[in-house]
């Protein structure tokens, strides 16, 4: 007898009536799908959005999404879950985790077989190729699903800017460091610029921007086989202009990852290099006129700027789960896809529409020119056609790599070392990380 059949008989047995039934159906055979993710602040209200949106929309799965900590926390919880067995479906693992996710034979299922499998309409031509290319294999096969796609940009305090005669946000490295001593001398005594993510403005992004190797194999998207090239001319005399710097607060340093962004907010800091998803914060909490700007330049590098690198994370799949589960994430990401909620998710949250029609609606409905913020990051990743130096980073460890990259930086700021000799022993240490990856991770 089906089990159907059996509770039934049981409830009429119970003289229940059968609308009981009917109403407690549809609860038994909603399937749960967990979302790991790392959002915080406006952010995560936009995380529970959607998960809401899409469980109104249907009556078969529910997506139940949870904060695990910050992107390394997440990463590492997810780690432990899929060694225990309990592994959610959808995990946010933030771009430099990618080497990592690629690595794990097993515990991910690769998103163009999921859709694939599922049967639902996928065209991986469909969305941005500058995003698309960092997730996927170099067949063109997307592992990952983009979601919240993001680059460095510069957020600016344009009131006090104009209260030191700079009518726009400086263009170049020269023109910032001049207009921050400017700034610790006219009412920001402890900070006239800072940045979040310290490695991933003042090495990665940095290096890209100005089209210079942070590895060989094209920064490893080509291989394991990689080795580092972080202590080259262009960042050696960034990172000393930086120590020079920090001596008079001109720039001073905010931490290795983005939790000193509210010293912009605050208005402690009137210049902050940060992601451009953090535009959901700044619009609610900055009480002074504000604006984001594309990263500065050195211009005496040969053809600087070249393009940024993204970064944010995506939604990796993870394995080991039912047909039916696997069905249901997939059409999770077929409705994250819509324009419509994609174009209305860059809008609000500041990061990048991950569809090519996501964005071409926001120009078409004239979005930009009232908010001409959430362009910069789109401009500052379409400025030049990629390069070998520019398409992005695969490298393994990399999230405990910056660590260590951060610490010599560290020790740089508080001149415990010269900007070369930090720099040297960066790329020293990082290649044995890599060597050691290489060995756990054997042939991609």
Not at 155 to 184: H, M, S
Request: charged share 20%.
């Amino acid at each position: 007898m089906a089990p159907t059949t059996t509770i039934r008989i049981a409830l009429a047995g119970l003289g229940l009536a059968s609308a009981t039934f009917a109403a407690a159906t549809p609860a038994l055979a909603v399937t749960e799908l967990q979302w790991w993710h790392a959002m915080t602040g406006a952010n995560n209200d936009a995380v529970n959005r959607l998960a809401d949106e899409f469980n109104a929309s249907q009556s078969d799965y529910k997506v139940v999404p949870t904060y695990k900590g910050n992107y390394g926390e997440t990463l590492n919880a997810g780690i432990a879950a899929f060694r225990a067995g309990t592994a959610p479906h959808i995990m946010q693992v933030f771009e430099v985790g990618t080497a990592t996710m690629m690595a794990a034979k097993g515990a991910v299922k690769p998103v163009y077989q999921l859709m694939k499998d599922a049967g639902e309409p996928f065209d991986p031509q469909a969305y941005l190729p500058a995003i698309t290319g960092y997730y996927s294999t170099t067949k063109g096969e997307m592992l990952s699903f983009p979601f919240n796609s993001s680059s460095m940009v510069m957020w600016v305090n344009t009131d006090a800017l104009k209260a030191i005669g700079v009518t726009e946000p400086p263009k170049t490295w020269p023109e910032l460091f001049a207009a921050a001593k400017k700034l610790t001398q006219n009412g920001f005594p402890n900070c006239g610029f800072s940045t979040t993510w310290v490695t991933w403005l003042n090495i990665e992004q940095l290096s890209a921007w100005h089209n210079v190797p942070v590895a060989t194999k094209a920064n490893g998207m080509d291989g394991l086989d990689t080795t580092l090239e972080i202590n080259g001319p262009v960042q050696v005399k960034h990172l000393g202009n930086l120590a020079e710097a920090q001596k008079d607060k001109s720039f001073d340093y905010s931490g290795r990852y983005d939790s000193g962004f509210g010293r912009f907010t605050a208005g402690e800091c009137p210049i902050m290099f940060g992601s451009s998803g953090s535009y959901g914060n700044v619009k609610g909490a900055a009480k002074f006129a504000w604006t984001s700007a594309p990263m500065p330049y050195y211009p005496d590098v040969p053809g600087a700027p070249q393009n940024s690198i993204i970064g944010g994370a995506s939604l990796w799949v993870m394995g080991g789960k039912k047909p039916d589960e696997y069905k249901g994430v997939a059409k999770f990401f077929t409705f994250l896809s819509d324009t419509d909620r994609q174009a209305k998710l860059h809008q609000t949250t500041g990061y990048m529409p991950i569809t090519k029609a996501a964005y071409e609606k926001s120009k078409a409905d004239g979005f930009y020119e009232k908010n001409p913020a959430l362009e910069v990051p789109i401009k500052e990743l379409t400025n030049k056609p990629p390069t070998e130096n520019s398409r992005g980073l695969r490298l393994g460890n990399l999230p405990q790599m910056r660590d260590m990259w951060a610490e010599e930086i560290e020790a740089t700021l508080a001149g415990k070392k010269t900007a070369k000799q930090a720099l040297d022993e960066a790329a020293t240490r990082g290649n044995a990380m890599l060597r050691q990856f290489e060995k756990q991770a054997g042939g991609r």
